[in-house]
């Protein structure tokens, strides 16, 4: 427990400080608003490499090996499977809101023009598609550095250090909510869910935490199966290179809260269903070690196949 403390004491004091200071200058808004928000995801990395100097524990079972002998259906999962939930739930959305819809992409168009950036009538169109396939292809790997930044210290540390104390869907549970405040300061700036909607910010910090509950669990599966953090940091990745989707196609105002975004719960119903799939997948048998590969005598484990 000491070397959790240590770790989120870190974390959130890093974090919490670089996002209020933010807060204070213009917030997301801010010229500098996609350094910041870069930076504080590098912070729960620095977070581990900072308990582990202060605390002596060294590098050893730092969860960087791939070990992708047996494993390639995981990474697969990582890598395709958030942009193709991403798109479901963007699907079940329009099918229960068609009025929304909008194929002539006029909202983006609009925002395009208003940066003075005159397009060819396929333009949009072409834009829209490179956006599909960077997201889908490319952005696991070009977010891989600030996602494994979060990821080092979510799922390669605070989850195996809390698999030594507790069951691991208990440890997941713990592990996403803590995930979840972690963003509070950012989410009050009106990230992912506004700031104009009755009882902001506490609803959409709620959200969040309800958010990564669910995501937590498909990512803390891919890092378990596969004993490292990088299949979570590649599902991450395509996350959020993916995410933001559906506003291509969205008429209106929607509320953030219902979709079409996977943060909504329509928007994200395919990742709600995997995320809750994943957290009973977990601990099914009785025989496992943590994942990083200490033994644990009282810890019982494993996932079904």
């Known amino acids: 427990m000491k070397r959790i403390g240590i770790f989120l004491g870190i974390t959130f004091f890093l974090t919490w400080s670089l996002a209020f200071a933010l807060m204070a200058n213009g917030g997301l808004t801010s010229d500098y608003a996609i350094f910041v928000l870069s930076a504080i995801m590098l912070l729960p990395a620095i977070g581990v490499v900072a308990t582990r100097l202060i605390t002596k524990e060294g590098f050893k079972n730092f969860g960087l090996k791939p070990n992708f002998k047996g494993n390639i259906r995981y990474y697969l999962a990582a890598w395709f499977g958030p942009a193709l939930l991403i798109a479901l739930g963007g699907l079940i959305y329009f099918l229960l809101f068609p009025s929304q819809f909008d194929p ?58 809390l698999m030594e104390i507790y069951s691991p869907r208990l440890a997941i549970v713990i592990s996403g909510i803590i995930w979840g405040l972690w963003h509070a300061p950012v989410i009050a700036m009106g990230h992912n869910y506004g700031t104009g909607y009755p009882g902001a910010p506490w609803g959409g910090i709620l959200a969040m935490i309800c958010f990564c509950l669910v995501i937590g669990a498909f990512f803390s ?85």
């Open 104 to 161: 002539t992409m006029s909202q983006m168009a609009e925002l395009y023009a208003a940066q003075g950036l005159d397009l060819p009538d396929d333009g949009l169109l072409t834009i829209m598609i490179s956006q599909v396939v960077l997201g889908i292809f490319l952005s696991p790997l070009l977010n891989i550095i600030t996602t494994s930044g979060e990821e080092i210290g979510w799922r390669g540390y605070l989850l195996p250090k």
């Open 221 to 305: 599966l891919l890092a378990i199966r596969t004993k490292s953090f990088l299949p979570a940091s590649i599902a991450h990745g395509s996350l959020n290179g993916f995410a933001a989707i559906a506003i291509w196609f969205t008429l209106g105002n929607p509320s953030p809260f219902i979709g079409p975004s996977p943060t909504g719960i329509i928007g994200g119903i395919g990742l709600i269903v995997v995320g809750i799939l994943s957290f009973i997948w977990v601990g099914r048998k009785n025989s496992a070690v943590n994942y990083q590969g200490s033994a644990t005598a009282d810890l019982k484990f494993n996932l079904v196949e």
